[in-house]
């Protein structure tokens, strides 16, 4: 299961890997999600990371007010219509996320092998001595020689603002430590984690709740991330909340695993869920090093072989301050890609990052040179394999449509579609071309009015990797003749032309619906 995609089968020749990278219109298959803040919410910051490649826009409740979000959502919406570049929105819950208090937002400076008391009383000042934390059960959770992480808010690793704690004792509802490492603690906002222990918090707090009815209906929101997703019941309460909202029951639910408990669960979780993020930064703390790379490999996987998309978070840390990655921040992002990542997430590095826009350039130049020696051949062979038979008519024309591109060199796939499902299936099999998901618009009622549907269907599979939404013009409805058929055909190619993705001569594999029937046939194109 393990066997990790190497690279191509034929040998590389060192010449051709130092050849300047061309740039095109898609800048790589891989997706990449930007996180909004204080350094990516001008507009004319919004444009230049969805030049630079940022397909899908996360708003984090863990801080900012929904005032805050909103203005920089329609500032994003601005961004978009100028560069004429779709962007989906992801709204991100706090969840049970253990927080420390600062309120006078003073640098708080801890020694090492100082004392360093944790309490629920919230009204005490944070100070070196005292640090108040925003959970009453703290005590009742940890024992002596636990180890508990304070970190600044979407913290680096690589910072002197991160401070390990071992717990030395418990004294009513208040947990003494000691500090194992010297550090500074600067800003309104420290995570603190605490490494394989049960925290009794609800995933879905009631703050969440309020947000994502009140701003999330509002915004039409394209995906919920939901924190420290620990079990499948949390994404059947998620999904039971957005089916109440009515406008949000399209809304995809991505799992965010962030720690040991939502590990132990990952196969009944990835049943329930839309997509999976896989939460490093957090994973890191709780797991011993060594295990990281295997559970990243072992859940990649699963998830390319369910057919849902995968994201990972903290990969370029050090460009939150610096313009160049470090060698093995650049070597991640490539085995990111190798191992199967849908998406790559940026945290701090767009947030409040320096160079926001260079880091998404940067990323998506890397996912680009590692998607060129992707071991396609073998990945489709396993996942055929693991589909097994007898398969489904869909799963048959969609490995079909890609086998097809491969062995005539097609430059991209058309895929028509009304739900999304075919197009997502095809990017299943991981073609080393793109697919332009043509949405066919459906007309639908709720008995009160007649509305379109397909807008929230294109903009979702911005996070798929290889698939590139268009949507179709509403007056060719789904059921239509082949004849309109034809003249949707020939917008899509005109879109493929005019990004640079075909040219005069070149194949396209066009997957489509014609009656009853699924049908892939094999175009060229004469001028």
């Not at 925003?134 to 959770?141: D, M, P, T």
């Not at 996942?383 to 969609?398: C, Q, R």
């Not at 290889?466 to 060719?476: T, V, Y």
Request: proline fraction near 4%.
């Amino acid at each position: 299961m393990h066997s990790s995609h190497l690279l191509l089968e034929e040998p590389i020749r060192m010449a051709s890997i130092l050849e300047p990278s061309k740039s095109s219109f898609f800048p790589a298959l891989t997706k990449i999600v930007g996180t909004l803040g204080p350094k990516s919410r001008s507009v004319e910051a919004l444009s230049g990371c969805l030049k630079a490649g940022m397909s899908v826009a996360r708003f984090d409740f863990s801080w900012g007010d929904s005032d805050y979000h909103q203005e920089t959502l329609d500032n994003l919406k601005v961004a978009v219509r100028s560069t004429k570049k779709l962007c989906a929105v992801m709204l991100d819950t706090v969840g049970p996320e253990l927080q420390v208090i600062n309120k006078t937002e003073k640098a708080i400076s801890l020694k090492a092998d100082g004392l360093v008391t944790l309490t629920p009383s919230q009204d005490q000042e944070a100070s070196s001595e005292v640090l108040p934390v925003n959970f009453n059960g703290l005590a009742k959770s940890v024992k002596r020689g636990d180890t508990i992480f304070v970190g600044q808010y979407l913290f680096t690793g690589s910072e002197t603002t991160s401070v390990w704690l071992e717990v030395e004792e418990v004294k009513g509802d208040d947990v003494v430590c000691v500090s194992r490492n010297a550090a500074t603690l600067g800003g309104p906002l420290f995570t603190l984690h605490v490494s394989q222990v049960h925290i009794d918090m609800p995933t879905l707090t009631e703050k969440d709740k309020e947000v994502i009815s009140t701003w999330g209906v509002q915004n039409k929101i394209d995906f919920l991330s939901l924190s420290y997703c620990r079990h499948a019941e949390d994404v059947r309460q998620a999904r039971e909340l957005l089916n109440s909202l009515g406008d949000l029951s399209q809304t995809q639910i991505f799992a965010k695993i962030e720690n040991e408990e939502g590990l132990t669960h990952f196969d009944e979780i990835l049943q329930e869920a839309d997509g999976i993020i896989l939460s490093r930064g957090n994973l890191g703390i709780d797991l011993p090093p060594e295990k990281v790379f295997l559970f990243q490999k072992a859940a990649l996987y699963k998830c390319n072989m369910a057919g849902k998309p995968a994201v990972l978070t903290r990969v370029v840390d050090s460009m939150t301050d610096n313009l160049r990655p470090t060698r093995a921040e650049a070597t991640d992002v490539a085995n990111a890609v190798l191992d199967g990542s849908d998406a790559i997430l940026l945290g701090a590095e767009t947030l409040r990052g320096l160079y926001p826009v260079e880091t998404i350039s940067t990323v998506g130049r890397i996912c680009c040179e590692a998607e060129k020696v992707f071991n396609q051949d073998l990945f489709f062979k396993k996942t055929v394999k693991y589909v097994g038979e007898p398969m489904s008519h869909l799963e048959s024309i969609a490995s079909s449509a890609v086998r097809a591109a491969i062995k005539v060199k097609a430059s991209v796939i058309i895929c028509f579609t009304s739900s999304g499902r075919a197009a997502r299936l095809i990017a299943k099999y991981r073609p080393t071309m793109p697919v332009l998901s043509v949405v066919i618009p459906r007309l639908t009622t709720n008995q009160l009015k007649w509305s379109f549907s397909g807008a929230f269907e294109a903009r979702q599979s911005l996070i798929v990797r290889g698939l590139f939404p268009m949507l179709a013009d509403p007056r060719h409805p789904a059921e239509s003749t082949s004849a309109t058929n034809e003249s949707v055909l020939k917008v899509a190619l005109d879109h493929g032309k005019q990004a640079g993705v075909i040219k005069s001569h070149d194949r396209v594999v066009v997957c489509q619906k014609v009656g009853d029937a699924s049908v892939v046939k094999i175009i060229e194109l004469e001028d």
